[in-house]
């Protein structure tokens, strides 16, 4: 069974950075794909990037691009959601989750991963 475990989130000052991290489990091969997602209370979930772990290529929602980068460590069968100059606009519960198609097309088409981390709540004050 695949298990994401979601770590990092907290509470931070606008302009602060935070690094959240996703940990995988149960996954028997090393070729597939893993994103950040979000969701504020009362808004619908927004992807944010999705990276492939074989190759490291990564995709990012084109809003997105510019404050968050997404990185994986092999190794650690981790993968790490870099944030900074932190607004409180990104307040959210930060998921992690696979099992989706990780194309180009995701900076502009939603995607419906099968498994879902616990999710990690991030707020950022004014």
């Known amino acids: 069974e695949v298990q994401l475990v979601e770590s990092g989130g907290g509470l931070v000052q606008a302009g602060g950075s935070l690094r959240l991290s996703c940990a995988v489990s149960?996954?028997?091969?090393?070729?597939?794909?893993v994103g950040w997602f979000r969701q504020a209370p009362g808004n619908e979930r927004e992807r944010i990037s999705c990276?492939?772990?074989?190759?490291?290529?990564?995709y990012y929602e084109h809003s997105m691009k510019g404050r968050f980068t997404i990185s994986r460590d092999n190794a650690k069968k981790t993968v790490y959601l870099q944030m900074n100059s932190l607004e409180p606009e990104d307040t959210a519960v930060y998921y992690c989750?696979?099992?989706?198609?990780?194309?180009?097309?995701?900076?502009?088409?939603?995607?419906?991963?099968?498994?879902w981390g616990q999710g990690t709540q991030v707020t950022v004050s004014s």
């Open positions: 990276i492939n772990m074989k190759l490291g290529v990564t």
């Open positions: 149960g996954r028997a091969f090393d070729d597939y794909n």
């Open positions: 989750a696979t099992d989706f198609y990780c194309a180009p097309s995701f900076a502009n088409h939603p995607v419906i991963p099968d498994t």
